[in-house]
């Protein structure tokens, strides 16, 4: 018997993934099995208001839909952002984005495409990435962790889900304190974990070494500082660069030992700019990991560098959110 192919609904097979960064948004469209087919950037700050950002970002998504399968390929889209909320599908107040207060980034982005359009905190997305196709796949029970420039962000999941809360920012071990008077951070908090473990915070301990000491450092003659300069400094035995990580692994540590102690997890994967340190930062850091963590856990706790590159892991995250999403259309 011959199929009516025009009566049977066509099963869409790509989705796009949005990431959107303190200083560039990455978007892509991937298909059904997790290959980006296309990708393109551009400068999250060229857009200071957000709604020249969404019309922008609209319009560029179009573009690439259409020189990529066609408009009607896609099923639906997926958003990483910084401070997201899953259950709103606002950024609700983001510290270091141009955009202040509340944005209902989804909807706004859905009324301007016309697609499904789901909204979620990038450390959510990132778990989501290394879940899919990373580190954390087979996984169940797990913890992500992202330290970048600016921001240390995390999400776990717990028996194969991923865990939220009320408001969708559970796992912001980022802002909790490890140094009652300590630093003060973007939050409104002092001694939030995110204030010593990201580049930002890398930089403010060598600032404060350099003032505790006289000791000469090839870090005074670099015109710009970076995580991958300052590691290069730790090669050719640099003092107080190796002095700067050891101080950041040991506050890492410690906060990764209260976040293991009270989820018991398979795994701690680490992501983000921070990681390219290697053993610089991630020596001292398992050493007070395991000083700091409770006894009958120390040494089931495996601590994972992610597997996956920084440029695509959170657009494939975001597109595994979109295929989660109700599919909708404005023009069905």
């Known amino acids: 018997m011959e199929t009516n192919e025009e009566s049977v609904d066509q099963i869409k097979t790509r989705v796009i993934g949005i990431d959107i960064r303190l200083d ?11 290959e980006i087919v296309a990708q393109d950037y551009f400068e999250t700050f060229d857009y200071p208001d957000v709604n020249d950002y969404v019309t922008a970002l609209a319009e ?4 690439l839909m259409e020189e990529n399968g066609g408009y009607d390929s896609i099923r639906s889209i997926g958003i990483s952002a910084p401070s997201a909320s899953s259950i709103t599908g606002c950024i609700e107040n983001a510290a270091n984005l141009p955009w202040k207060g509340v944005i209902p980034l989804a909807a706004m982005l859905r009324d301007r495409v016309g697609l499904a359009v789901a909204l979620a905190n990038d450390a959510h997305i990132t778990a989501l990435g290394e879940k899919a196709y990373g580190s954390a796949h087979g996984m169940k029970d797990f913890v992500v962790v992202s330290m970048s420039h600016g921001g240390l962000g995390s999400c776990f999941f717990s028996n194969g889900m991923p865990h939220l809360g009320a408001q969708g ?12 008077n300590g630093r ?28 505790e000491s006289k000791r000469p450092t090839m870090l005074s003659e670099l015109q710009e500082l970076d995580v991958m300069s300052i590691a290069k400094c730790c090669d050719k035995g640099d003092e107080l660069a190796i002095e700067a990580f050891r101080r950041t692994g040991a ?12 989820l018991n997890p398979e795994a701690i994967i680490l992501t983000g700019d921070m990681t390219m340190a290697g053993k610089w930062l991630l020596k001292p850091m398992r050493k007070s990991f395991d000083e700091h963590v409770f006894l009958n856990i120390k040494n089931e706790t495996r601590i994972l560098v992610s597997i996956l590159k920084e440029g695509e892991r959170d657009v494939l995250g975001a597109s595994a959110l979109a295929w989660d999403v109700k599919e909708y259309s404005l023009f069905k």
Do not use: P, W
């Open 251 to 262: 506050m890492l540590g410690l906060g990764l030992a209260n976040y293991a102690s009270v």
């Open 184 to 211: 003060q951070c973007g939050c409104g908090n002092k001694g939030c974990l995110e204030t010593y473990c990201t580049e930002n915070g890398l930089k403010t301990t060598i600032k404060e070494l350099m003032k």
């Open 24 to 34: 560039r948004t990455t978007y892509g469209v991937v298909d059904i099995r997790g």
């Open 60 to 63: 560029k998504l179009l573009v």
């Open 169 to 180: 920012f559970a796992g912001e071990v980022g802002h909790t304190c490890v140094d009652i």
